[in-house]
């Protein structure tokens, strides 16, 4: 099984600030990395498939990238709404696996 | 609008085997197009994928769990289930139904679903 580890593990911002979260997979993927959004008591939100695509409707300060087994999640200014849990999965082969999360809050 | 929709009981005895459906709407769960999948999530902890099913393909299951799980899709009401047997405590945990396409993605998640196992 291919394992995810995403660094680091709780973040603190403030509003405005330019933050990153990075995952690392124990074998390459290639760029089969997706990024997700959770808030407390939802479910998880897709925010970019594919290393960097980002999904319908999701907001152009998210971006991301990588390749192979290191990947990046990058928010260029945080807004309000960005204070959440975020989790990388990958996609390249089963079982789909995600990292343990990183969950970033407000300075 | 594709929407999912996780149901069955929230309190499942030790031993016995958790059930629940995922009835989908906007979409054919036998289009052809989408894997759907079964992911849960412990109280305050990560995501662990249970598996998925294709309409022409034999489901696949996490390694982990593939002894107890059982995905099952079914056309005729556009649903798919999960059904783990022999339960224990470390089952307890939000269970969520969600849809895969071509970029092998999570898209469409259902709003989750807490079982808990207890006597």
């Known amino acids: 099984d291919i394992q995810m580890t995403q660094s680091p593990s709780s973040l603190s911002a403030s509003i405005g600030d330019r933050v990153s979260i990075t995952c690392r997979a124990s074998?390459?993927?290639?760029?089969?990395l997706n990024w997700y959004q959770q808030k407390p008591g939802k479910a998880p939100n897709l925010l970019i498939h594919s290393t960097s695509s980002l999904q319908s409707g999701v907001p152009s300060r998210f971006s991301g990238s990588g390749f192979g087994t290191d990947f990046t999640l990058t928010i260029s200014s945080l807004q309000p709404e960005d204070f959440a849990t975020y989790y990388c999965q990958q996609s390249y082969n089963t079982p789909h696996s995600f990292g343990q999360g990183t969950n970033l809050e407000i300075k | 609008q594709v929407q999912l929709q996780e149901s069955g009981p929230g309190l499942v005895k030790p031993s016995q085997t958790l059930s629940l459906t995922c009835s989908v709407s906007?979409?054919?769960?036998?289009?052809?197009?989408?894997?759907w999948s079964w992911i849960r999530q412990p109280a305050g902890k990560g995501l662990e994928w249970i598996g998925r099913?294709?309409?022409?393909?034999?489901?696949t299951y996490n390694p982990s769990l593939k002894s107890r799980v059982t995905i099952l899709i079914g056309t005729s009401n556009n649903q798919f289930s999960l059904k783990l047997s022999s339960v224990t405590a470390a089952d307890t945990a939000i269970y969520y139904c969600?849809?895969?396409?071509?970029?092998?993605?999570?898209?469409?998640w259902g709003q989750g679903l807490l079982v808990t196992v207890s006597s």
């Open positions: 969600a849809r895969s396409g071509a970029t092998t993605s999570y898209d469409f």
């Open positions: 074998q390459s993927i290639s760029s089969y």
């Open positions: 906007g979409v054919s769960v036998s289009s052809g197009s989408y894997y």
């Open positions: 099913v294709y309409i022409s393909e034999s489901p």
